[in-house]
């Protein structure tokens, strides 16, 4: 199978080396293709140019192209038989257009809860559109979404054998959205310091909630990638997720990298049938499903209990598990494969 995968206009690198959400996916999806057996070429001009020594890179968007031009021509006579691209592009025009020429099926993985897909974007088989949880398959049911858990791979990220670390960690973007005060909440009523990694998106937001992040239990290291990222997850007790109570999380990279690490995890939810519910099991996570009507200390004393539960499991059968069911190549095979 010849598979491409496609980058897209954006402020990181293909690979990034640290957040970044669809650009880890894609990289991932090429990684676990080569894994599986396929080939892969890297298409547009956003990867890294180091990849060349290893890869197959071809720096063309199919938006770009026009029809009949000689590398439209050139694309077509390659014969893929497989391209992953971002959620946004089988809905826009000039990309389905040139991908109707090359005669060949198209996967997507759904990273946002609010995008509007045109109408006929997926049949269901040649063109697939993948989902992480029951909330983003009812959301998207128009469009006749498969269930899959994303898989999410940085550089340098492999992680090493498991071991049981000590203080909390938190990890994602800082703002509204992720809801991380209410982590460094719990971790104060238990007495925990806690490390929170990731860029600030949101500054008003930091402002709002200086005393508890700059209390003396939290330690903010800012945006990680590579062995620094995959360390500071690994080195951890616990992995604490939290999301705000409107946000709906659509492509959850932490849980995959928590549980490849080895850490366990404890997740505050605000209804059923999220991301946690399919991400985690008994073996390697607790969540909380808190009543969106109570406020934020409620929930983090909530949340402090589930820390406390997540800390008894075994951060060596949370790996096993996570390396798994975070397969790279087993999320390749799944989506590569046409529905019956």
């Excluded at 607790?286 to 200390?297: G, L, M, Q, W």
């Excluded at 929930?299 to 975070?326: D, N, P, W, Y």
Aim: proline letters at 6%.
């Amino acid at each position: 199978m010849l598979v491409g995968v496609c980058d897209f206009p954006g402020s990181y690198a293909f690979p990034p080396v640290g957040y970044g959400g669809i650009e880890r996916w894609l990289w991932a999806v090429a990684v676990g293709a080569r894994a599986a057996g396929a080939d892969v070429h890297l298409l547009g001009p956003g990867w890294l140019t180091d990849l060349e020594n290893d890869w197959v890179r071809r720096p063309v968007r199919l938006e770009d192209l026009t029809t009949g031009s000689l590398a439209s021509r050139e694309l077509r006579n390659t014969g893929y038989d497989l391209l992953v691209v971002g959620h946004e592009y089988p809905s826009l025009p000039a990309w389905t257009r040139t991908w109707n020429e090359l005669d060949c099926d198209v996967a997507t993985f759904q990273h946002s809860p609010v995008f509007q897909h045109t109408d006929a974007a997926f049949d269901g088989k040649r063109s697939r559109l993948y989902c992480y949880s029951p909330e983003m398959i009812e959301r998207y049911a128009d469009h006749q979404p498969i269930p899959e858990l994303a898989v999410h791979l940085g550089l340098d990220e492999e992680e090493p054998p498991a071991v049981a670390g000590d203080d909390l960690v938190w990890l994602g973007r800082i703002d509204e959205e992720k809801a991380p005060h209410i982590a460094v909440r719990a971790a104060q009523i238990l007495g925990r310091r806690i490390q929170i990694v990731g860029p600030v998106f949101d500054e008003t937001y930091v402002r709002r909630h200086e005393r508890l992040f700059s209390a003396g239990h939290v330690k903010r290291v800012g945006e990680l990638g590579g062995p620094a990222k995959t360390a500071a997850i690994r080195d951890a007790s616990v992995f604490v997720y939290t999301y705000a109570r409107t946000y709906v999380e659509a492509g959850a990279a932490v849980f995959g990298e928590s549980l490849r690490a080895g850490t366990p995890m404890a997740a505050l939810t605000w209804r059923e049938g999220t991301c946690a519910e399919v991400a985690l099991c008994d073996q390697t996570g607790v969540i909380t499903v808190a009543d969106p009507d109570e406020d934020d200390e409620a929930a983090a004393e909530l949340l402090a209990l589930s820390i406390e539960q997540a800390e008894g499991l075994k951060h060596t059968e949370v790996q096993e598990v996570g390396m798994h069911r975070f397969d790279p190549a087993r999320h390749f095979t799944a989506m590569s494969t046409r529905p019956c």
